[in-house]
Each structure stands twice: as structure tokens, then as C-alpha cells.
């Protein structure tokens, strides 16, 4: 695979102006198309196992195209897979933590090497943006960097405590706990598989990853990489299949000592719900948001209309982050809704791996179906359509998925398309008569994961970030609303509905959540008397 120069590009990377960074990125699609098709193997114990039967991951930009095929994985493929993580935990628990730190830093640069290639392959895979592709890859890369500096920032965990006696002494140590299994969502395909199994193999936990089967080959290549940088075998297990059986047999199975699922409410809560068995095994769900922004009569509105257009349309709304209703108080309503529209009337939408193109497909028909329900519901119940609401069929983009970005006024504050996620680029924009108001509106969700405010007023901002329920918050910023988190400079966890452990990833918090504390009390030998 070539090895191109390293650019740093995060969410809040605003242009690529930068030719060499274009040429790579357009190099790296052709090579890409010439590898597609692909039959793929699952990572077991460091074999790779195939299956007679495979399914397709096909294209959401054209679904004629076929990406990769994957083994359609088993009950017994993830049994297999679970034995491999117990046997490969104890000598792994047992590497010198700056070794296991020079393993996974190893991988983050194959990573960050391979990044236009691994990001080509993703934009293909699900349809996202050279930008947002890029992000993706190196935020994999940074998450292993970031969680890995934070390990040795806290020395491995290990902290002397107190003592009663001169005899006595105690420390406390973090310890793994085993076999985490990862259940990832299409939507990251390579940071949310990347962020969690990173996590939990810098701890010294071994993983087995179930990646989305809308994006398994990003997974695969975030276990190819791993296995380049030479992390033993078996620490790092991949089983592709249906949720229904493949995710099931994970949540069920009691080799399994903790979970990270990313994904939707649904799936998350039914395992948040049955995870816990004879007794209790860390779960962390990091699910949906419905994630509101806040423009106030003392907002610059070219800056809110920016921040809103980049947040609701990045990557088709598809950010569990993604700002899909905004508040906006009625003196600049219409301002800012004519702003709005003039921006979100720009972006081109099309095949996502030219250089012109700011939105592509989405996921897949079901996506494209809700997206459809949604702007009948709108038109259906006396909601404008300001912009969009179209889907595309010319002959380009007849074969994939491509709404057009559609903002709608009008609806009612309580109506569903204000509370109901529907990840797909469709924003509600209602009108308040104070931030009071905006906030209540905001908080009347289930979830709590993002939010952003467009105020210069001071007394203003702080109310907001004092009330508002949400993990992660964003003030007046124009590369995205409520977007764009990196690691460790933005925290990123959800609230409520949006998240189980409050302690959010990208964070200082997140590798802990891996590791569980044994207080060691050793008592010596009484001092021999004179
Ligand atoms: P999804 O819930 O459909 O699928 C997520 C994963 O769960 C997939 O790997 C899927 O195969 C698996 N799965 C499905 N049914 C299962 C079952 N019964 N048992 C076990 N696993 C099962 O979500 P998606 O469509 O891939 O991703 C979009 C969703 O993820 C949105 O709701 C989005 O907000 C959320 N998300 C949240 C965050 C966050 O950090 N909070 C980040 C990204 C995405």
C-alpha cells in the first residue's frame, strides 16, 4: 500500500485548499476501485476464518458497486472468537503497559501512513466526504495516541495510598477485566470501532469487534493495521455478521466481561437492559441524539447560519452529533432562516469522492425512506419547506441514496420531527420568544448528547451552559454547531438517553471505564528490635 505524506485534517477542518492533499486523496480512490470486491476473511485468534456464506457491502454512492463481501459470521465464529480473547488476556494483562502503549502507538502511525488510502476506501464504503473520510482515519489515530497518553500520564494507574502502620502499605491499581466486546455503527466505521477496541486493549483487556455491516471493511482495516504494527495474536478478534446473531451472541455470552455499543437508542437500550447476568459487567452505550442549537437575538447570524448549515448537512446528518432542530428567537428568525437557506443552497451533493462534493449519499434505502416520511410528515402538517426536501435522480446518483438538504419551518415545538432522531439531512427550525423558552425546548428530549448556542451575550451563555442537558456543548462555533469533537480536545459522551457512563470519549475519563481498582494492602515485616 503507498504511503503518502501525513496532513492533519479534523472535523473542523473548514477547506482543503491544499493541492497535494487533493492529488493524494484522488490517487488513493483510484487505487481503492482497483481493489474492490474483495472477499474479506473475519480475524480469529489471529487466523482469518471464511464462511460459504457472505453478504455484500455495497456502495451507498452506487450500489452496483460492490465494496468488499464478508463472511456472514456465527454464534459459534463468535464462541471461537471469545476463546481466542480469554486465551491471548493473561499475556497481555501481564506485556509491560509501555509495551503494550508502543504496539497501539505503532498502529496509530500506520494509521495516520495509510490514512488517504484506508480514507478512500471509507468514502466508498459509506459515502462520506475526502474531509470527513480523512477526520475519520486520523481521529482513529489519535484516539489510540490520546488514550495511550493518558495511561502513562497516570503511570499505568497504579497510586500509592495511606497508611495506619509503619508496616503496612497500600496502593490501589487499576486492573483489566478481560474480553470487551465492541459493537460499532456504520456511521464511524473506523473511530468507533478504532475509540472503543483502543481503549480497551491500552487497559489490557483483548476485544472482540462486531463491526456495522453497512462498513465492515473499515474495521477490517483499523485489524489490518493492528496486526501490521505487530499486536499479538488473538488480542484483537473480528466476527462481521447480523447484529440479531452475531451482536446477540456477544451480549449473551458470559466469556464477555464488559461492552461498548455504539449505535442507536433501540439497539443500545435492549442491551443496556440485558446485559447484566448472574452479576453485574461494565456496559457502555453510547447511543442516538436529537441535538438542538440555540440562536438568540444578540447572535451574529452569519456565524449561527454557518455553524448550523456545517452541523445539520455534515455527512448528510448522519453525526450522532448532527444539529437537526435549532431555536430561534422570533426578532431574528427570519434573518436567520434566509441566511441559512443561502448557504445550505450551495453544497454540492454527489458522488462524495470528488474533489467539488460537501455531501454525499446516505447509508442506505431505509435511510432514504425515512428521509422521504419525514418531509411528507413536514408538508402534512402545515410545515414550510425552506430548502430541499428533494431526492436526487439524475443518472449519477440514480443507483445511490442522495436527499438534498432540506430545512423546514412552521411545525409545531412539539412535533415528532422534533424529537425523533431520524440521522438522515433533514432540520426543523422553530421560533421562541426567549432563551427561556429555546432551553426548555431543548431539554424536552429523551437524549442529551450535543448542543450549541449562537449568543454574545454573556448572561446568556452562561444560562445555557448552566441549563442546558447535553455531554458535549459548542458556543458560537462557526466550524459546526454541535459537531466536530476530537480527541482530547473535546470530550465526546451523551447525557441521558444518549449515553450510559457519563464519562465520555475522546476524554480523560474514558480509559479508566476499562480497568477495574484492587486496593493492595501488603503488610511487612515488624522492624527487628535493637
Ligand atoms: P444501529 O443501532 O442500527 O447499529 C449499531 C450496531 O449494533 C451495528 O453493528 C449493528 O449491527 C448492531 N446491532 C444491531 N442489532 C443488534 C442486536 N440486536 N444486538 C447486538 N447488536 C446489534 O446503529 P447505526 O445505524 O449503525 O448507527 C447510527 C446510530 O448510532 C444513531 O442512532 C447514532 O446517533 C448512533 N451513534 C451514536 C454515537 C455516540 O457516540 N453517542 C456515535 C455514533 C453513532
Same mark, same amino acid.
Given at each position: 500500500?503507498? %504511503?503518502?505524506?501525513?496532513?492533519?485534517?479534523?472535523?473542523?477542518?473548514?477547506?482543503?485548499?491544499?493541492?497535494?492533499?487533493?492529488?493524494?486523496? +484522488?490517487?488513493?480512490?483510484?487505487?481503492?476501485?482497483?481493489?474492490?470486491?474483495?472477499?474479506?476473511?473475519?480475524?480469529?485468534?489471529?487466523?482469518?476464518?471464511?464462511?460459504?456464506?457472505?453478504?455484500?457491502?455495497?456502495?451507498?454512492?452506487?450500489?452496483?458497486?460492490?465494496?468488499?463481501?464478508?463472511?456472514?459470521?456465527?454464534?459459534?465464529?463468535?464462541?471461537?472468537?471469545?476463546?481466542?480473547?480469554?486465551?491471548?488476556?493473561?499475556?497481555?494483562?501481564?506485556?509491560?503497559?509501555?509495551?503494550?502503549?508502543?504496539?497501539?502507538?505503532?498502529?496509530?502511525?500506520?494509521?495516520?501512513?495509510?490514512?488517504?488510502?484506508?480514507?478512500?476506501?471509507?468514502?466508498?464504503?459509506?459515502?462520506?466526504?475526502?474531509?470527513?473520510?480523512?477526520?475519520?482515519?486520523?481521529?482513529?489515530?489519535?484516539?489510540?495516541?490520546?488514550?495511550?497518553?493518558?495511561?502513562?500520564?497516570? +503511570?499505568?494507574?497504579?497510586?500509592?495510598?495511606?497508611?495506619?502502620?509503619?508496616?503496612?502499605?497500600?496502593?490501589?491499581?487499576?486492573?483489566?477485566?478481560?474480553?470487551? &466486546?465492541?459493537?460499532?455503527?456504520?456511521?464511524?466505521?473506523?473511530?468507533?470501532?478504532? &475509540?472503543?477496541?483502543?481503549?480497551?486493549?491500552?487497559?489490557?483487556?483483548?476485544?472482540?469487534?462486531?463491526?456495522?455491516?453497512?462498513?465492515?471493511?473499515?474495521?477490517?482495516?483499523?485489524? $489490518?493495521?493492528?496486526?501490521?504494527?505487530?499486536?499479538?495474536?488473538?488480542?484483537?478478534?473480528?466476527?462481521?455478521?447480523?447484529?440479531? %446473531?452475531?451482536?446477540?451472541?456477544? *451480549?449473551?455470552?458470559?466469556?464477555?466481561?464488559?461492552?461498548?455499543?455504539?449505535?442507536?437508542?433501540?439497539?443500545?437500550?435492549?442491551?443496556?437492559?440485558?446485559?447484566?447476568? +448472574?452479576?453485574?459487567?461494565?456496559?457502555?452505550?453510547?447511543? &442516538?441524539?436529537?441535538?438542538?442549537?440555540?440562536?438568540?437575538?444578540?447572535?451574529?447570524?452569519?456565524?449561527?447560519?454557518?455553524?448550523?448549515?456545517?452541523?445539520?448537512?455534515?455527512?448528510?446528518?448522519?453525526?450522532?452529533?448532527?444539529?437537526?432542530?435549532?431555536?430561534?428567537?422570533?426578532?431574528?428568525?427570519?434573518?436567520?432562516?434566509?441566511?441559512?437557506?443561502?448557504?445550505?443552497?450551495?453544497?454540492?451533493?454527489?458522488?462524495?469522492?470528488?474533489?467539488?462534493?460537501?455531501?454525499?449519499?446516505?447509508?442506505?434505502?431505509?435511510?432514504?425512506?425515512?428521509?422521504?416520511?419525514?418531509?411528507?410528515?413536514?408538508?402534512?402538517?402545515?410545515?414550510?419547506?425552506?430548502?430541499?426536501?428533494?431526492?436526487?435522480?439524475?443518472?449519477?446518483? $440514480?443507483?445511490?441514496?442522495?436527499?438534498?438538504?432540506?430545512?423546514?419551518?412552521?411545525?409545531?415545538?412539539?412535533?415528532?420531527?422534533?424529537?425523533? $432522531?431520524?440521522?438522515?439531512?433533514?432540520?426543523?427550525?422553530?421560533?421562541?420568544?426567549?432563551?427561556?423558552?429555546?432551553?426548555?425546548?431543548?431539554?424536552?428530549?429523551?437524549?442529551?448528547?450535543?448542543?450549541?448556542?449562537?449568543?454574545?451575550?454573556?448572561?446568556?451563555?452562561?444560562?445555557?451552559?448552566?441549563?442546558?442537558?447535553?455531554?458535549?456543548?459548542?458556543?458560537?462555533?462557526?466550524?459546526?454547531?454541535?459537531?466536530?469533537?476530537?480527541? &482530547?480536545?473535546?470530550?465526546?459522551?451523551?447525557?441521558?438517553?444518549?449515553?450510559?457512563?457519563?464519562?465520555?470519549?475522546?476524554?480523560?475519563?474514558?480509559?479508566?471505564?476499562?480497568?477495574?481498582? *484492587?486496593?493492595? %494492602?501488603?503488610?511487612? +515485616?515488624?522492624?527487628?528490635?535493637?
Amino acid at each position: 500500500m503507498a %504511503t503518502t505524506p501525513r496532513m492533519k485534517i479534523t472535523y473542523a477542518t473548514l477547506s482543503a485548499d491544499n493541492e497535494e492533499l487533493q492529488t493524494s486523496f +484522488d490517487a488513493a480512490v483510484e487505487r481503492a476501485r482497483a481493489g474492490l470486491g474483495r472477499t474479506y476473511p473475519m480475524l480469529i485468534g489471529g487466523e482469518e476464518r471464511m464462511r460459504d456464506e457472505t453478504f455484500e457491502d455495497r456502495s451507498p454512492i452506487d450500489t452496483d458497486v460492490v465494496i468488499a463481501r464478508f463472511p456472514v459470521g456465527t454464534r459459534e465464529d463468535v464462541r471461537d472468537a471469545i476463546a481466542a480473547a480469554r486465551a491471548a488476556f493473561p499475556a497481555w494483562r501481564n506485556t509491560p503497559w509501555r509495551e503494550r502503549l508502543a504496539i497501539l502507538r505503532r498502529a496509530a502511525d500506520l494509521i495516520s501512513e495509510r490514512q488517504f488510502d484506508y480514507a478512500a476506501l471509507m468514502a466508498l464504503e459509506v459515502g462520506k466526504n475526502r474531509l470527513e473520510a480523512l477526520g475519520d482515519v486520523e481521529e482513529t489515530a489519535d484516539l489510540l495516541r490520546y488514550y495511550g497518553d493518558e495511561f502513562e500520564k497516570a +503511570d499505568g494507574f497504579v497510586k500509592p495510598l495511606g497508611s495506619l502502620s509503619p508496616i503496612e502499605s497500600t496502593r490501589s491499581v487499576l486492573r483489566p477485566y478481560g474480553v470487551f &466486546g465492541v459493537i460499532s455503527p456504520f456511521n464511524f466505521p473506523m473511530a468507533l470501532a478504532g &475509540g472503543p477496541a483502543g481503549g480497551a486493549m491500552i487497559a489490557g483487556n483483548t476485544v472482540v469487534l462486531k463491526p456495522s455491516s453497512d462498513a465492515p471493511l473499515s474495521g477490517w482495516k483499523f485489524g $489490518e493495521a493492528l496486526r501490521d504494527a505487530g499486536l499479538p495474536d488473538g488480542v484483537f478478534n473480528l466476527v462481521t455478521g447480523p447484529g440479531e %446473531t452475531v451482536g446477540a451472541e456477544l *451480549q449473551e455470552n458470559p466469556g464477555i466481561d464488559g461492552m461498548v455499543f455504539t449505535g442507536s437508542y433501540e439497539v443500545g437500550m435492549k442491551l443496556y437492559r440485558s446485559f447484566t447476568k +448472574d452479576y453485574p459487567r461494565p456496559i457502555i452505550t453510547e447511543m &442516538g441524539g436529537k441535538n438542538p442549537a440555540i440562536v438568540t437575538r444578540h447572535a451574529d447570524l452569519d456565524e449561527a447560519a454557518e455553524g448550523v448549515m456545517r452541523s445539520a448537512f455534515g455527512f448528510d446528518g448522519q453525526k450522532c452529533s448532527a444539529n437537526s432542530r435549532v431555536y430561534v428567537e422570533k426578532p431574528v428568525a427570519a434573518e436567520f432562516v434566509a441566511k441559512l437557506v443561502e448557504k445550505a443552497r450551495d453544497i454540492t451533493v454527489g458522488d462524495p469522492t470528488q474533489r467539488e462534493t460537501w455531501m454525499g449519499p446516505v447509508i442506505n434505502q431505509r435511510a432514504l425512506d425515512t428521509f422521504q416520511r419525514a418531509v411528507d410528515d413536514a408538508k402534512a402538517s402545515g410545515g414550510s419547506i425552506a430548502l430541499g426536501g428533494e431526492v436526487l435522480r439524475t443518472a449519477d446518483t $440514480e443507483r445511490g441514496f442522495f436527499p438534498t438538504p432540506t430545512v423546514v419551518t412552521g411545525l409545531p415545538l412539539e412535533h415528532r420531527l422534533y424529537r425523533d $432522531e431520524l440521522f438522515v439531512p433533514f432540520l426543523v427550525v422553530g421560533e421562541v420568544d426567549s432563551l427561556d423558552e429555546a432551553l426548555t425546548e431543548a431539554n424536552a428530549s429523551e437524549y442529551g448528547l450535543t448542543a450549541g448556542i449562537f449568543s454574545h451575550d454573556d448572561a446568556e451563555v452562561q444560562r445555557f451552559l448552566d441549563t442546558i442537558q447535553a455531554g458535549v456543548v459548542y458556543v458560537n462555533r462557526r466550524a459546526g454547531a454541535t459537531t466536530g469533537a476530537w480527541p &482530547g480536545i473535546q470530550s465526546f459522551g451523551g447525557w441521558k438517553g444518549s449515553g450510559s457512563s457519563g464519562k465520555s470519549g475522546l476524554g480523560p475519563y474514558y480509559v479508566q471505564q476499562f480497568l477495574r481498582e *484492587q486496593s493492595q %494492602t501488603v503488610i511487612g +515485616d515488624e522492624p527487628s528490635g535493637q
